[in-house]
């Protein structure tokens, strides 16, 4: 297993940025596909953005050119550049480990994106 721990979530206005980021330890980070997920208070968690071992991406549509999600093998992390915030993007962010071997996955605990005025 992997254990994941995010940061960089909190209080932001409309248009602005945020970098969330994902340290992850414990096993082989190369032997993982990454995602975000978020959660909004009533709503089904949703796939935000995810990133293979070999680094390729893939956005859902709602963040498509304002998120960029991007891991880091030295740091053994991961992490979510997000632009041009919006209200709708408020949300608790998850970061979320695949095992490339097996059916193994990890959590993190979350941490809150507040977009307000």
């Known amino acids: 297993q992997v254990q994941l721990v995010e940061s960089g979530g909190g209080l932001v206005q409309p248009g602005g940025s945020l970098r969330l980021s994902c340290a992850a330890s414990g096993s082989i980070f190369s032997m993982y596909n990454f995602a975000w997920y978020r959660q909004a208070p009533g709503k089904q968690r949703e796939l935000v953005a995810t990133?293979?071992?070999?680094?390729?991406?893939t956005y859902t549509d709602s963040v498509k050119g304002r998120f960029t999600i991007s891991r880091d093998h030295a740091k053994r992390m991961v992490f979510l550049q997000m632009n041009s915030l919006k209200f709708e993007d408020t949300a608790v962010y998850y970061c979320n480990a695949d095992s490339i071997v097996g059916s193994v996955t990890s959590w993190g605990q979350g941490t809150q994106v507040t977009v307000s005025s």
């Open positions: 990133i293979t071992n070999l680094a390729d991406t």
